[in-house]
Nanobody, 120 residues
């Protein structure tokens, strides 16, 4: 069974950096788009950053210039480098991937989430 395994969350002071990783485990045909979402307490889950299979990226306006999403297709892993962190970045961060199992059967899959806490 394919799983998304996240790591890298933690507690950091404002202005600091963290790097999140999300590895796809299991057998897949290919991986289409991959993204990072976050959900703060009492708020809806929102898209933070997205990277397509061709490497094209887009970001939420609140993180543009501070966060960088990247992927290693050989390792089936997506990363989120977060710099200049702010207290409002505090949230549970979720990895998302569109897994292609072949024959155009694509299933959206989520990681378990990793908590990022930014102290002021």
């Amino acid at each position: 069974q394919v799983q998304l395994l996240e790591s890298g969350g933690g507690l950091v002071q404002a202005g600091g950096s963290l790097r999140l990783s999300c590895a796809v485990s299991g057998s897949v045909f290919s991986i289409n788009g991959m993204g990072w979402y976050r959900q703060a307490p009492g708020k809806q889950r929102e898209l933070v950053a997205f990277i397509a299979s061709d490497g094209n990226t887009n970001y939420d306006a609140s993180v543009k210039g501070r966060f960088t999403v990247s992927r290693d297709n050989a390792e089936n892993t997506v990363y989120l480098q977060m710099n200049s962190l702010k207290p409002e970045d505090t949230a549970v961060y979720y990895c998302n991937a569109a897994i292609n199992y072949g024959a155009n059967y694509v299933l959206e899959t989520w990681g378990q989430g990793t908590l990022v806490t930014v102290s002021s």
